[in-house]
């Protein structure tokens, strides 16, 4: 019986030694960057680490598109020497699908993350984040296929339970099944929009004591106090931002810079490593967002909301730090009565964005304080929010052609993925070209012609073979 004992202990000291060299290998961070879809891309990465972050992680990657799609994996992998130590993370609910992306990732990263904390309602419909925690076989079959199928670790990224015990359950299971470190973000996955709340540091604490393992915390990091609060009161071993970092990158510096220091910096880097103007517009208003609130930067706001080019991008940019220099170097007074100092940041610094309490939200909806927001076009007329996004994407891009036909929003019916539009089958243009090759059709919606062409080679054949016959 102690021999039994003495082995187990012996493989629970190999197994914490391993864990510990992977949080080593890591370079032991403690200032960690979420990934954050459409918006932990490159260059972001790369300005967060200029400015305290020791560890990023890629936005979610969806494992099944990075498996076939050469250009998503291409964009999705770019990275400089700079940007290490990196975690990619996949989204997914098949194990080897999972593992192929895993290993097609393997060489550009330092461990590989399983999101299993996305509350989103794509997430439900795809069955991966936070809605693979009712299934936990799933989950122990997923880690220990890419635990044992990679070279480099295996981490998990989740969301807790409303009990403590069922989280630390939750956790020895991952941990059992070869996750060799976690993040907990500790709010539920009901907790979001408006209903997010403060995360649950107890939650956290409890999962770090329960397990072996390296743990990380996620949540109510709005500053550099609060990240070391939290490793005070919880022992993770690093605390990662997402929020907290898109309002304010050099929050790991613990400092508030004037909002068009990093965003100068961020649109340099996005010169050498280019990004979407969708995210590049996202991190400029969270940047800019306390001063866009103001009457006498509503100019500036629409030039953000309906422009796409860079040079757009720097003109506000340098038209806040123009209006706003003065004020910030202290050669002009700012307004007393709109600032109180004791309370407040002046709101051309980058700060956190702080959300109303549910209750409160709530509380409005029950009263009925809440108004439905009300959209005009130019000429003052009332429309729908779903015209007025409209009218912008069109001012953002007047030479596009707007009578191209609406993609459907219907899903697939053999995938998640969003279905072709004139598709006979009513599936995505892979699972098309899969359903042709095997029962020998053509869809002409996909311009997959494969029962023609094979005709075709038919009839070719048969022409050659008279031909032969003749001879």
Known sequence: MSEVMSESAHVQDVTTKEDSNVWEDLGSPRCIVAPMVDASELAWRLLSRRHGAELCYTPMLHSSV???????????????????????????????????????????????????GCPQAIAKRGHYGAFLQDDWDLLQRIVSTLKHGLHVPVTCKLRVFPEISRTIEYARMLENAGASLLTVHGRTREQKGPLTGLASWEHIKAVRDAVKIPVVANGNIQCMQDLQRCIEETRVQGVMS???????????????????????????????HPAPASYIRGHLFKLFHHVLCLAENQEERENLATNSTMEAFRAVACALRDRYLPYHEGRLMWRKEQVDYNLELPPWLCQPYVREPPQEHTHKLQEGATQKRKYKDEDGNEISRKRSKKLKRIARRPNRATSASKRSSDRCH??????????????????????????????????NLTKTRRQIAKEFEAKRKDIQNVI
């Open 242 to 272: 997402a929020e907290g970092n898109l309002y304010n990158p050099c929050i790991f510096e613990s400092r508030y810079p004037a909002c068009w220091e990093p965003a100068l910096e961020y649109l340099n880097l996005v010169e050498q």
């Open 414 to 447: 053999d995938c998640p993925n969003p279905l072709g539009f004139k598709c006979e089958y009513k599936l995505c243009r892979q699972c098309c070209r899969t359903k042709c090759y095997v029962e020998n059709l053509d869809c002409a919606g996909h311009r």
């Open 66 to 116: 990075f498996c076939r799609d050469p250009k998503y994996r291409r964009e999705a992998l770019a990275s400089t020497s700079e940007d290490r130590p990196l975690i990619v993370q996949f989204c997914g609910s098949d194990p080897e699908i999972l593992l192929e992306a895993a290993r097609l990732a393997e060489p550009y990263c330092d461990a590989v993350d399983i999101n299993i």
